[in-house]
């Protein structure tokens, strides 16, 4: 997958699950923690299972 797609496909991914915690957890700051994890989690996804 090209490198662009991927960060797009992180930033939509982290960004969606940031808005989920933002709108579902009562602690305020874990939204920005979620959505940098997931983000990175899609960003690195390929380089870890390789």
Known sequence: MHPFVRFLLGLLGGGLAAGITYA??????WWW?????????????ELILD
């Open 24 to 29: 579902v957890t009562a602690v305020r700051p």
């Open 33 to 45: 923690l979620v959505g940098l994890a997931v983000a990175a989690l899609i960003w690195f996804g």
